[in-house]
């Protein structure tokens, strides 16, 4: 296991685990899963609790509130106000299709365990949970909840049912389940493949986790040896 830091060794108290869960986006809420959503692939990324999660108050609700209208100031005389402005996509969202990004730099890396790079996979691939920007509410998404214990020694996951997988080779359009979860925790975590854990760069999140258990073909238990708030953003 790797040695902890000064902010891992931290001891925190549940309310502060539920509170911390929403902060950061390499956990399960950044985990690209190949999970393409069921007959609804409508996803309401605007927050709102479920499971344990806990708003963090204050000035990102009320700018939440307000439409996130946060920048109040004005532009220098004579400044053309067409520049800069980003047009509404209002075309209505559709499954499927191809996605193109233009790039200066060749692909190097695909594998989205091994990948530094974040962005294409949150756009193609699915999570299980969603962390709001404003109020870092965790919003299920793969998941249609979540429960942590009071000791935050494990967390439970609960998949939505009627998930089906690309229509592609090998998973060829199959339910998605609980041991598809498990088996990329674990490998996101360093743990199917220890001797190389260094090259999974986002295992120092999942830092204290023991071991994904396939409770049934929907749910999964993640055993802790110490809480860790990381593993669920």
């Known amino acids: 296991m790797p040695e902890l830091t000064y902010w891992e060794r931290l001891r925190i108290d549940r309310r502060r685990l539920l509170r911390a869960t929403g902060l950061g986006v390499a956990g399960l809420g950044g985990a690209a899963l190949i999970g393409c959503g069921g007959d ?56 499927g299709g191809t996605f193109t990004r233009p790039d200066t730099d060749t692909t190097r890396q695909q594998d989205p365990d091994v990948s530094i790079a974040r962005s294409d996979h949150e756009l193609i691939n699915d999570r299980l949970v969603y962390a709001n920007g404003w109020t870092m509410e965790l919003t299920p ?54 001797e190389a854990a260094q090259k999974y760069a ?13 409770v049934d073909d929907v749910t999964v238990k993640l055993v802790m040896s110490t809480p860790n708030s990381a593993i669920m953003a």
């Open 40 to 95: 609804d692939d409508s996803t309401d990324t605007g927050g709102g609790s479920s499971g344990g999660s806990s708003s963090s108050g204050g000035g990102s609700e009320a700018a939440a509130s307000s439409g996130g209208d946060w920048y109040k100031g004005e532009r220098a005389p004579g400044f053309d106000p067409a520049v800069g402005v980003v047009p509404i996509n209002e075309k209505a969202r559709v499954a």
């Open 202 to 214: 986002r295992a120092g999140q999942f830092i204290g986790l023991e071991r994904a258990e396939v």
């Open 141 to 194: 998404d793969l998941l249609e909840s979540y429960e942590i214990a009071d000791d935050g020694l494990s967390i439970v996951l609960n998949l939505r049912p009627g998930i089906k997988t690309h229509n592609i080779a090998p998973v060829n359009g199959r339910d998605f389940n609980a041991e598809d979860i498990a088996y990329s925790i674990e490998r996101k975590a360093g743990l199917i493949d220890p």
